[in-house]
């Protein structure tokens, strides 16, 4: 037997690291239904694609199961190749990561000194404060403004020295709300050239808004500017974790200085590869996505709920004590994500699922509320 706690030396920690609160994991369906007792459970919290995976993509891994004892190509060459011809960018100007919170991690690795500041909306991805404590550098955060929206002009006060890096969502995680083509061209007026911004468009295919930015215009006039987009989300490969970025040669040679050489697993590549080409399954994706919304909101509003305006897949919905509908929902098999560690706690965040999961969720939520 080993030693009992008391007798372990403790080990130094960077004072960082010291601090952090790790994010929070959910349980297993298969757990959860074992604790409470219940089965058939849906699970609405994560965001994800509720039609699964492309087969094309599903008939792309499968293919390549026999190759599994080779080492990924560390360029990610054939996917570097699609992209660029669909973005009309330079190879060069692309970096691939196991999913886009590891590019968030190699920006943050390759750019930063301890001491260095973020600017980041409040709330928005929990990896942002995260990845930037972690490093030693300091998260500045700005409340987003009373519609839970990014407040761009006072990001663009908070900017100091010490800024190097400035990270907007949008849409927004949380709150799916988006940032404009014209408050962004507004913004990027007041940013000092030398400090970097990323704009993290995850949910960037679910966005039916015209006002919605063209990042890669940035980029293409040489801005330090970086678009991140995932194949977590609406390509439904969120289980083999593959995402990219866009920027200038210069800031992507840096960065890929410090990623690892194969930190894309072979079968992501494939079925990223396969997935871009589906466009069916794309365009069923995002016809449930605007459906279920349409369907939801009003449900949701003729019953008296605050539903926040969303271009993701995803919403916000105020219930009043988050937590305690959150609790009610899971006793009835629904899964979705209570918004308390946001700084929200009268929501809950919904992903859109297929049309009876979301009749599921409505009922559910109508009785758990008393309505």
């Known amino acids: ?13 960077s004072m960082s690291v010291e601090s952090l609160v790790p994010y929070p994991p959910g349980k ?3 757990e959860l239904e074992r604790e409470l007792g219940i089965a058939g459970s849906i699970k609405l ?7 699964g995976p492309s087969p094309k993509a599903v008939k792309a891994i499968t293919e390549s199961l026999s190759d599994l004892h080779r080492y990924p190509d560390g360029s990610c060459h054939y996917l570097r190749q699609r992209l660029s011809d669909r973005l009309k960018i330079d190879p060069q100007m692309l970096i691939f990561g196991n999913g886009s919170n590891e590019i968030i991690e190699l920006l943050i690795r390759t750019f930063l000194n301890a001491g260095s500041t973020v600017v980041m909306g409040d709330p928005s991805f929990a990896v942002y404060p995260l990845a930037t404590k972690a490093f030693g550098a300091k998260p500045v955060l700005v409340p987003l403004t009373a519609d839970l929206r990014h407040d761009l002009d006072a990001m663009a006060g908070a900017v100091t020295k010490s800024t190097r890096l400035i ?26 050239d030398d400090v970097i911004v990323c704009l993290d468009e995850a949910y960037f295919e679910f966005v039916g808004s015209s ?5 890669i215009r940035y980029i293409l006039e040489g801005r330090a500017v970086v678009m991140l987009r995932t194949f977590s989300k609406i390509y439904g490969l969120a289980g083999l974790r593959i995402g990219y ?3 200038r040669p210069d800031i992507i040679d840096y960065m890929n200085r410090v990623r690892q050489p194969f930190n894309v697993n072979s079968l992501a590549q494939v079925a990223a590869l396969a997935a871009l080409d589906d466009e069916g399954h794309l365009r069923r994706t995002r016809e ?3 459906d279920g919304l349409k369907f939801l909101f009003k449900g949701l509003r003729q019953a008296g709920f605050e539903c926040v305006p969303t271009q993701a897949n995803f919403f916000l919905v105020k219930v009043g004590d988050g937590q305690g509908v959150y609790n009610a929902l899971l006793k009835k098999g629904v899964i979705v994500r209570p918004m308390g560690s946001y700084g929200l706690s009268e929501f809950i965040r919904v992903t859109i699922g297929l049309p009876d999961e979301n009749k599921r969720f409505l009922t559910a939520l109508l009785q758990a509320a008393g309505r």
């Open 167 to 192: 990270l907007i969502a949008n849409p927004n995680n949380p709150t799916g709300t988006i940032v404009t083509e014209e408050e962004l061209k507004r913004f990027m007026e007041k940013v000092p």
């Open 28 to 30: 297993p369906i298969a």
């Open 211 to 215: 006002e919605f930015p063209l990042t």
């Open 1 to 13: 037997m080993g030693s009992s706690t008391k007798d372990v030396k403790k080990i130094p920690v």
């Open 45 to 51: 919290a994560s965001n994800e694609n509720p039609f």
């Open 288 to 290: 449930n996505n605007r």
């Open 245 to 247: 970025g866009a920027a």
